[in-house]
């Protein structure tokens, strides 16, 4: 099993539409969290760091369930631009990163 | 403003060569990570290095080396390149340990 699972889609949704992407951890000793955004064949980049008590930035929100040990990514209103690759990263204190594989979201006009 | 960039950005080499992928940072970041990215397995942790003299293994660091002399760099060294390493190989910076990384552009290596 993975230490970081997501499901890798494809999400294909209309624009407007509201999504949400789930992301499930094995490490108990994870610390810190975050969503990246990777569009096709560029690197990763930071969309928004998840915290205990949920975040929101903009059409984006981002929460964190640590017992179940899991975080989720929900985008509202989708635009076109949205379409990207999305990537669930958790972080141990001790420095040790865990990406998943990505899930890929198609917003179609 | 500060970035992180790497070089070349592409680039196509022979089985057995010695090949070295360059990444300078100006964020002043004491973390550097190494990572290759290939279908259907994500980013996969290649080396990292937490300060000057510091070089750590990451979960697929066979055939592959790194050194860190100065804050700024930390090339990437395949010994014998083969075709297994042709991959997309991304560096990236942390300001501290457990906080979000910040990416190269990328180089894309054909081992041929």
């Known amino acids: 099993r993975k230490e970081v699972e997501q499901d890798p889609g494809p999400f294909n949704v209309p624009e407007g539409a509201t999504v949400a992407f789930n992301c499930t951890y094995s490490?108990?000793?994870?610390?810190?969290f975050f969503w990246y955004r990777q569009d096709c064949r560029k690197e990763p980049k930071l969309l928004m760091s998840?915290?205990?008590s949920g975040n929101e930035d903009g059409r984006f929100t981002a929460q964190l369930n640590r017992a179940s040990q899991y975080i989720s990514l929900l985008i509202r209103d989708s635009k076109l631009s949205d379409s990207a690759t999305y990537l669930c990263v958790v972080n141990t204190n001790a420095g040790k990163s865990t990406f998943g594989d990505g899930t890929t979201l198609t917003v179609k006009p | 403003d500060a970035e992180i960039t790497q070089s070349p950005r592409h680039k196509i080499t022979e089985t057995g060569r010695q090949v070295t992928l360059a990444c300078h940072q100006t964020?002043?970041?004491?973390?550097m990570f190494w990572y290759r990215q290939d279908l259907g397995h994500g980013l996969r942790l290649i080396h990292y290095s937490y300060g000057v003299q510091d070089t750590n293994k990451g979960e697929v660091s066979d055939g592959y080396s790194v050194s860190r002399s100065n804050t700024e760099d930390l090339p990437l060294t395949l010994e014998s390149a083969a075709s297994s390493q042709t991959s997309v190989y991304f560096c990236?910076?942390?300001?501290?340990?457990?906080?979000?990384?910040?990416f190269g552009p990328g180089t894309r290596l054909t081992v041929t």
């Open positions: 490490n108990s000793a994870s610390q810190s």
């Open positions: 998840v915290y205990s």
């Open positions: 964020w002043n970041h004491n973390n």
């Open positions: 990236a910076s942390s300001a501290s340990v457990s906080g979000e990384q910040y």
